[in-house]
């Protein structure tokens, strides 16, 4: 019989509404129904393409016996953390602090005020590593809830009054500079694996936000070893096994420290930050790897991800049937020898072994391995074979069993992706990608936006989710519609930018420039959630900073370049401590440092002019293009700029000073080279 869960749209919770767990979605019902009954509330929160989060369900949350007795002792509540990202970060902060850890599954045991006092992530069926069973858990949490009550209560107290006292101010000490700057990529560089690019050691996650802000400080100050740590890191991903050789598309994190292996599921932020990622790579510096892989990872994001309604879904599970019908992560992506053979051929396949660097041994599980560029240059190598041989194996692969797809529509990784799109198809004249970018923007104004004048988290099948956008939902999608403006020539992208950050102002500021995770007027948690450092995306906190400052360089308010500003003081405090953490904060104070530089075009959108407008390096540079007689109005850059000789005109400007305007592209591209 399936539980309350049935009603949700969340991928995840369905996953879970034929449990024998008599689940509740997170709720004020749920707990009413724990103080009614006298009894803590378990909270499991996880997401779709979780694997551990699939163990754990499958070992104990299937099981009829866990079930019976978690629901008579407890209101067991799910949460889908890319749904509710409010409630996972209050309660993930708690784990951390008592735990040291966190990750998903997240299970924690709460009062039925919502108060923490018991936390943990998975625990086995049975005692292991350590760790205690999960019967053992629930059998010692009721044992201290019916005995110890008080200290229970005692301990709930402190843990909430503890997080309450964590509330972050700004940064008093002014705007990040030069010398914080300058301390950030030193910090990198001491971080920094020489041997295999990336930074720190196992498991091994992409640093998109950090590379940003690598190729817009070589940009800005012509600093060489930030360029060659940006493209030595790029160029070790994308021929690693963490990217996808077959079928383009990165996954979300190397469980070494080489790249070799991934954990296999792929989501729709890591793919649309590393799409631009390589696209800005390519754009300073011709690398014909880097535009390969910002193209590729572009069409399997459209290929793979696009919903029918136009956005993009969330992720693609790590896990998939294999051929004996068993349920495992990579069944998807690995291959033996034999099944090379199988496809290829003897002598292809040998060819492809050697490639790929698939051995009899095997770099994964069961003598399988997971395709790597193992040659050191491809320029060597018989492009046409590798392509024959490459297509051939995709094609093989499509008859595999392919991984579940979380249909879930999120509006901040859309926004990333809307981005990342709008601008390769930009650089490398792909109209179709730009296309796709405005899409899954018209789908989030009109569903996303609808007609409350506010953002919501998520949509499926076109239809809006419960739950309110938080603040990277507003700050990555306006960072989405500014990057759409400046690439289409149309103004309404700007205009809906500004109401979102207009709203940003209003409801997520606090005192001295801090910023808030939840609108002022958000459901009330034990905690009003900030956090100002980036995780696998950009911080709402910088994201919103960034796209505040890009909004007031195009139409020069100073409310928005003041909360900017404000905002930015938070990097001055950790950008030299914890520059991994702070990447896309440190990459919006390149812009600061650098203007961001105004660019005008009088002239027609997708032309020289504007072309190469959109390819200069200038950090954050904010560009404006169109017809003067048209586009005035839209674009408050473009008034009472007309074409010079009745030529295509740039017209270029920061720091409240600008240049003699120019017809000839050289000559613009001289004044955006950083």
């Known amino acids: 019989m399936a539980n309350r869960l049935a009603q949700t749209t969340s991928p995840y919770l369905l996953q879970h509404a034929d449990n024998p767990v008599d689940w509740w979605p997170w709720s004020p019902e749920a707990f009413e129904e724990a103080r009614r009954r006298g009894v803590p509330v378990l909270l499991s929160v996880g997401y779709a393409s979780c694997h551990w989060c699939h163990v754990m369900a499958h070992e104990s949350f299937e099981d009829p016996a866990v079930a019976d007795y978690l629901n008579a002792h407890f209101v067991p509540v799910k949460v889908d953390r890319e749904e509710r990202p409010d409630v996972d970060a209050v309660y993930m902060e708690a784990v951390q602090a008592a735990t040291g850890q966190g990750g998903w599954p997240m299970t924690v045991f709460l009062t039925d005020e919502a108060e ?9 069926p049975e005692p292991r590593h350590g760790m205690p069973s999960f019967h053992q858990v629930l059998e010692g949490v009721v044992a201290a809830w019916t005995d110890r009550r008080d200290e229970v209560a005692e301990v709930a107290g402190r843990i909430v009054r503890d997080l309450a006292g964590r509330s972050l101010a700004a940064g008093e000490g002014g705007l ?54 940006a493209a030595d890191s790029c160029a070790a991903m994308a021929r690693g096994g963490i990217y996808d050789q077959l079928g383009g598309g990165f996954a979300r994190y190397a469980v070494d420290g080489e790249w070799t292996v991934p954990h296999f599921e792929k989501m729709l932020y890591d793919n649309a930050l590393l799409c631009r990622v390589y696209a800005h790579l390519w754009r300073a510096t011709g690398s014909d790897l880097a535009r390969r892989v910002a193209l590729e990872t572009a069409d399997f994001m459209v290929r793979e991800l696009r919903t029918t309604e136009g956005g993009f879904a969330s992720a693609l599970d790590a896990d998939s049937e294999d051929a004996q019908g068993r349920h495992v992560e990579g069944a998807f992506y690995a291959w033996t020898p034999a099944q090379l053979r199988e496809v290829l051929g003897e002598e292809d396949a040998a060819f492809a072994a050697d490639y790929f660097g698939v051995t009899e041994e095997g770099t994964f599980e069961e003598g399988s391995s997971v395709l790597r560029l193992v040659r050191t240059g491809e320029e060597d190598t018989d492009a046409a074979r590798v392509a024959d041989v490459r297509a051939r194996l995709l094609a093989a692969r499509e008859l595999r069993v392919r991984p579940e797809r979380d249909d879930k529509v999120v509006a901040a990784w859309n926004g990333l992706a809307i981005a990342a799109l709008a601008e390769t198809g930009a650089y490398f004249d792909r109209p179709d990608l730009v296309e796709r970018a405005t899409e899954a923007a018209d789908l989030l104004v009109r569903v996303h936006m609808g007609d409350v004048a506010r953002l919501c988290r998520t949509s499926k099948d076109g239809r809006a989710g419960d ?48 910023l808030f995770d939840t609108a002022d007027d958000a459901e009330r948690l034990i905690r009003r959630p900030q956090d100002p450092t980036d995780s696998a995306t950009p911080a709402g906190w910088t994201a919103a900073a960034g796209a505040l400052l890009s909004y007031a360089a195009h139409t020069g308010s100073e409310a928005h370049r003041t909360a900017a500003e404000g905002a930015l003081g938070i990097v001055r405090a950790l950008g030299p401590k914890a520059p991994r953490f702070i990447g896309w904060g440190l990459a919006v104070a390149e812009a600061l440092l650098d203007g961001p530089r105004e660019v005008a075009v ?47 005109t740039a017209y270029v400007c920061r720091h409240f000073v600008c240049d003699a305007p120019t017809t000839d592209a050289e000559e613009l591209a001289g004044k955006l080279g950083g």
Request: no cysteine; glycine share 16%; charged share 20%.
């Open 176 to 229: 990040p500079g030069e010398p914080e700057l300058a301390q950030a990529l030193l910090r990198l560089t001491r971080d920094y694996d020489e041997k295999h690019g990336g930074f720190g050691g196992a498991p091994k996650f992409p640093p998109s936000m950090v590379i940003e802000f690598l190729l817009r400080h070589h940009a800005r100050t012509g600093a060489e070893g930030a360029l060659q740590m």
């Open 116 to 124: 923490p006092f018991y936390f943990g992530t998975y625990f086995p």
């Open 467 to 514: 739950n309110s956008g938080v603040l990277e939902d507003y700050g990555d999608v306006a960072e989405g519609f500014l990057a759409l403006a400046s690439v289409t020539g149309e103004g309404a992208w700007l205009d809906f930018a500004g109401f979102l950050l207009d709203i940003v102002l209003e409801r997520f500021t606090g005192e001295g420039g801090q």
């Open 602 to 648: 009088a002239g027609p959108v997708g032309g020289e002019l504007h072309r190469t407008a959109l390819l200069g390096r200038a950090p954050g540079a904010v560009v404006a293009a169109g017809e003067v007689a048209d586009a005035g109005t839209e674009f408050p850059l473009l008034v009472d700029r007309p074409m010079v000789g009745g030529e295509p």
